[in-house]
């Protein structure tokens, strides 16, 4: 399933031409990356940045590929780690919803993209505001944004979040793949973790049932040109 999605985030750059240079912004462990190499030609290259030492460390340790370079950097800050307008295309796979400041970040990418360059972006925000959303739902995303270190600027809904990223950054094409992610997400943690423990799988199912109905997130990609 991961394979498949950020085989289908790739895709939507259109990697085909040669002799391109691709920043992927929070990186976390490469893996993705390693997944990316083989899909570019060689002469392309990879720079991968995360702000976990510890992770670009696993990264450069298991990575045999010549054409990713992996390294640390805080995603705030990676408008001073690289020039002007150096980079054919960006990524952004799950990350940009643990930033202090998604609209700082927005900012960044369109610094680093070249005239023609592409922005792909996979993120995670409310369907509705937070302020509306009920009181189970409410209770939901606390646990979730504790859980995945989601700071409270970054429980917007999606209308907020579009709007962020178009003052930034020319919106080419929005793609809401939420019913494939979250929901099968829900269902395979909750009767692996009933199967484990032994508990009646019937149980299970209301659970399910349950947390779909409450679900109060929407999983977007974005396609972006430069503004």
Same mark, same amino acid.
């Given at each position: ?6 085989? /289908? #985030?790739?895709?939507?750059? !259109? ?8 920043? !992927? ?16 030609? !060689?002469?392309? *290259? ?14 450069? $340790?298991?990575? &045999? ?6 390294? =640390? ?14 980079? !054919?295309?960006?990524? =952004? ?7 202090? =400041? ?5 900012? +960044?990418? +369109? /610094? ?18 937070? +302020?509306?959303?009920?009181?189970? &739902?409410? #209770?939901?995303?606390?646990? /979730? ?10 429980? @917007? &809904? ?16 929005? @793609? ?14 909750? $009767? ?25 997130? *929407? ?5 972006? $040109?430069? &503004?």
């Amino acid at each position: 399933a991961t394979i498949n999605l950020i085989n /289908f #985030i790739f895709n939507k750059a !259109d990697l085909k031409k040669t002799d391109t240079n691709i920043l !992927d912004i929070g990186c976390g462990y490469g893996e993705q990356d390693m997944e990316l190499a083989k899909l570019i030609d !060689d002469r392309s *290259t990879i720079t991968a940045v995360d702000i976990s030492d510890k992770q670009i460390a696993w990264a450069n $340790k298991n990575c &045999s590929r010549k054409n990713i370079k992996f390294d =640390s950097c805080d995603a705030m800050e990676v408008d001073q780690k690289y020039d002007k307008e150096i980079f !054919d295309t960006i990524f =952004s796979i799950e990350s940009a919803f643990h930033y202090n =400041s998604r609209p700082k970040f927005f900012k +960044n990418v +369109n /610094f680093l993209l070249k005239d023609t360059g592409t922005f792909v972006i996979a993120d995670i925000a409310l369907r509705e505001p937070y +302020n509306k959303t009920p009181i189970l &739902s409410s #209770i939901f995303i606390k646990i /979730f944004s504790d859980f995945f270190h989601i700071p409270k600027q970054n429980l @917007i &809904s999606t209308e907020e979040w579009l709007n962020q990223l178009s003052n930034e950054l020319k919106i080419v094409e929005i @793609i809401d793949i939420t019913e494939k992610t979250f929901k099968p997400h829900y269902r395979h943690w909750v $009767k692996t973790y009933f199967e484990n423990k032994n508990l009646p799988l019937f149980l299970a199912d209301i659970f399910i049932k349950l947390l779909i109905s409450i679900q109060p997130f *929407t999983y977007t990609v974005a396609v972006c $040109k430069k &503004s």
